[in-house]
């Protein structure tokens, strides 16, 4: 007897507690839904932010719509991108600059589309470029492999006289993608589905509890990785540029993080840094962005183009940044600021 009511109470208190994790669930996406006009609700009724185009094998933004949330809306054009609507063929003396990248270009944390990189870089090339064009060709999630292929399947159409590249930090991902790979034990992996915000929202409310002196167990050092991959792809991106004879301006990434602030401030602008990246540690990914960036800067110059290295010019903390690595409002203007004048200085000059 005493057995069937254990056996009653478990049940019930496991019943109780998937409906407690529902409940929750269900605020999480509602609350996702309002602030940003994503959320599982999109998948059901079809009215995705993304799509899959099978020709380029590129995800997209839904062409020709409009997420609307209350801290971030995003506009689409007929292309897919977070951009005007810009006819492919040009006008007479108009001048096109297509700033490709990822997140931090497409404007992940950016309110509207006229907050944007592309947009504060736009305005203030518009003073002294009456017809120019700057196109948002940023894609969140990318990495430099998509970013080759979305520049030969959807920006070379515009034309464009100029490619400012700010690669991201997405192909690091790869590396703790990687660690997790290998086996480490028999038990069966469970995952929750993919639009679930449950146990992200709990992981990254919860990476303050992980202090530097646990966070040093089982990470992995930036001198350890094999960079050849990545090597690889820089080398076929620039050898891509050289092909289609478009000059390219490239921009070192840019982090909130700094190695000369105190290590409490450090761990507190990394948080979503590592928990996209959780195979390092805060040293670590100074070391891999460092070197990512010194990779950048080396092939670069290696075929004959540009850097402005942003990483040294673009102050970190909370004022410019939105988290680890995205860009303010603040942020993005004096980033459109810096490459504005580069542009000017040296491409377009009078």
Request: charged share 20%; net charge positive.
């Given at each position: 007897m005493e057995l069937i009511l254990d056996n009653r109470t478990f049940f019930k208190t496991l019943f109780l507690t998937i409906v407690i994790l529902l409940a929750i669930e269900l605020a999480l996406q509602v609350r996702s839904h309002i602030r940003y006009g994503q959320s599982v609700f999109n998948i059901?009724?079809?009215?995705?932010?993304?799509?899959?185009?099978?020709?380029?094998?590129?995800?997209?933004?839904?062409?020709?719509?409009?997420i609307d949330g209350k801290i971030n809306a995003i506009r689409s054009n007929s292309m897919g991108l977070r951009s005007p609507e810009i006819p492919l063929e040009k006008q007479d003396k108009?001048?096109?600059?297509?700033?490709?990248?990822?997140?931090?270009?497409?404007?992940?944390?950016?309110?509207?589309?006229?907050?944007?990189?592309?947009?504060?870089?736009?305005?203030?090339?518009?003073?002294?470029?009456?017809?120019?064009?700057?196109?948002?060709?940023?894609?969140?999630?990318y990495t430099v492999d998509n970013q080759i292929s979305l520049l030969n399947g959807v920006v070379l159409p515009y034309q464009p006289d100029l490619i400012v590249w700010y690669a991201g930090f997405n192909d690091i991902s790869g590396y703790c993608a990687t660690e997790q790979a290998k086996p480490s034990h028999s038990l069966v992996n469970i995952k929750l589905p993919k639009w679930s915000l449950l146990v992200d929202l709990a992981i990254k409310n919860t990476m303050w509890l992980r202090t530097t002196k646990f966070e040093l167990l089982n990470k992995i050092s930036a001198k350890e990785l094999d960079s050849h991959r990545y090597q690889t792809t820089l080398q076929k991106f620039f050898e891509n540029a050289n092909a289609i004879d478009i000059p390219i301006l490239t921009i070192t990434m840019a982090r909130a993080f700094r190695r000369d602030m105190p290590l409490e401030e450090q761990e507190e602008l990394s948080v979503t840094a590592r928990y996209y990246n959780s195979c390092f540690s805060v040293d670590g990914l100074h070391d891999v962005y460092d070197q990512h960036n010194e990779l950048l800067t080396r092939y670069s110059e290696k075929?004959?183009?540009?850097?402005?290295?942003?990483?040294?010019?673009?102050?970190?903390?909370?004022?410019?940044?939105?988290?680890?690595t995205h860009f303010s409002l603040k942020g993005t203007q004096l980033a459109s600021e810096l490459v504005a004048a580069n542009i000017l200085n040296e491409y377009f000059k009078e």
């Open positions: 059901a009724s079809g009215a995705t932010a993304y799509q899959f185009d099978p020709q380029l094998g590129l995800k997209l933004l839904t062409k020709n719509s409009f108009e001048i096109r600059i297509a700033l490709l990248g990822a997140s931090t270009v497409m404007g992940t944390y950016s309110k509207n589309n006229e907050d944007t990189w592309s947009y504060q870089l736009q305005y203030l090339l518009e003073k002294s470029l009456p017809r120019v064009n700057v196109i948002n060709a940023g894609i969140a999630g075929f004959g183009q540009r850097v402005l290295r942003l990483d040294r010019l673009l102050p970190g903390g909370e004022l410019h940044f939105s988290d680890a």
